[in-house]
Structure formats: C-alpha cells, structure tokens
C-alpha cells in the first residue's frame, strides 16, 4: 500500500506551522482531530519535539495515516486513534491542545455541533483549539475561489459547506471556549484559536 498523499498539506504546512509554532509552544499533549493522510502529523512532530502529537481520524483512514508515522518514526507520535464524532470514544481529557485542519466544511454541521461538544470532555482547562481552514465572515465568502469550493463540497454532499464563523464561534463559547485569535492565511484560508476557560454547557 502506498502512502496516501494531499498536495495542498504541503503547499498549507509552514504557514500553519509558523501559528503553531507561537500558541503552542508551552503545549505538551496535541490531539490532531481528522489527522486524513498523516502528513501534517510528521511534520508538526518534527517540527515541534517538545509535543506529543496525537493523531486521530476515522477508523478507514488510519492504515495511511500509520503508513506515514511509521516512514518517519518519531518518538512524539504515538499510534493513530480513531475517532469519529458520530461515535465517540471514551478519552482521557489530558490533552492541553487541540488541532484540526480543513474539517469543519467536510462534516455535516450537526457534525460539527457534535465536535464543539465533544471538545470540553476532550481537553484540560487552559487548553487551546486551533482550527485551520476556509471560513465565511458575515453570511459571506470571502473570496471567489471559497465560492466555488463551497459549491463543489455542496455538489459531492448537501451536508457539507463553508461554515460561518459567527455560527462556529458560538459553539466554541457554549462550550466554554473565547477566542484568542483569528489570522489570515494563504490562499482564503484562517487560523481561529480559542482557550478553554470554563466547564462548557454541553460537556
């Protein structure tokens, strides 16, 4: 089996980085939710060996995503676990920070309400999130090009779509997260941070 391969996790990995590199640099314990190939997992472990970098996805993509750890052998990325927000696993909440790249518009959005109140059982207080990924601002896309990704997510699956962050921030806040940050990041993407302050309302 070859190891499955995402062009744009490379051409996205060292603006991402150059985030991670900031808000999480007193981390310790990183579960990376929706891990896809593992690529993104090798190269943030590498990049940053004071962490533990938890891989996770669902269980189908977890032969690729081991392909990849297993080429690179690290000694801060533990085997992949499955995790699937529609069937939850049983997890310790010891993980002070949390990253997921471009997955809020693949899921469905009672998916995504599931994940936000999955997070606090997830997570120590004082953790961060940070998500990765495009997000409409106002009801509105920010570019043209977020348009037709969003009509092409659509086009596969009704389910999916550009999320509003208006509508993603409010998730974050019921459980029991504020915001700490929100960049611009190439290509009409952005890099939303939040810190757990609080027991969330639907932990």
């Given amino acids: 089996m070859d190891k499955p391969h995402a062009p744009a996790t490379e051409r ?18 990183v579960l990376e939710i929706g891990s896809g190939t593992g690529q993104h997992a090798v190269h943030f472990a590498a990049a940053l060996p004071h ?16 392909l990849w750890l297993h080429e690179a052998r690290l000694p801060n990325t533990p085997a992949p676990i499955a995790l699937d927000v529609n069937a ?5 909440p010891r993980h002070d920070a949390v990253f997921t790249a471009n997955t809020l518009h693949i899921m469905s959005w009672p998916e995504v309400e599931r ?6 059982s997830l997570m120590t ?57 929100d960049i611009e990041m190439p290509a009409n993407n952005r890099c939303i941070t939040w810190r757990r302050e609080r027991l969330g309302n639907r932990a």
Avoid: M
């Avoid at 939850?88 to 310790?92: D, E, S, V």
């Avoid at 994940?115 to 606090?120: N, R």
């Fill in 12 to 29: 996205n990995r060292e603006p991402i980085l150059a985030a991670l590199r900031r808000h999480f640099s007193d981390r310790h314990h």
């Fill in 51 to 66: 962490l533990i970098w938890q891989s996770s996805d669902r269980p189908e993509y977890l032969s690729g995503i081991r």
């Fill in 115 to 120: 994940l936000f109140a999955l997070l606090p």
């Fill in 88 to 92: 939850p696993p049983a997890l310790p």
């Fill in 125 to 181: 207080p004082g953790a961060l999130l940070c998500c990765y990924g495009p997000f409409n601002y106002g009801g509105r896309f920010t570019s043209a090009s977020n348009a037709q990704f969003d009509a092409a997510l659509k086009l596969d699956d009704p389910r999916r779509g550009i999320r509003d962050i208006e509508a993603v921030d409010a998730l974050a806040r019921d459980a029991g997260f504020v915001l700490v940050e």
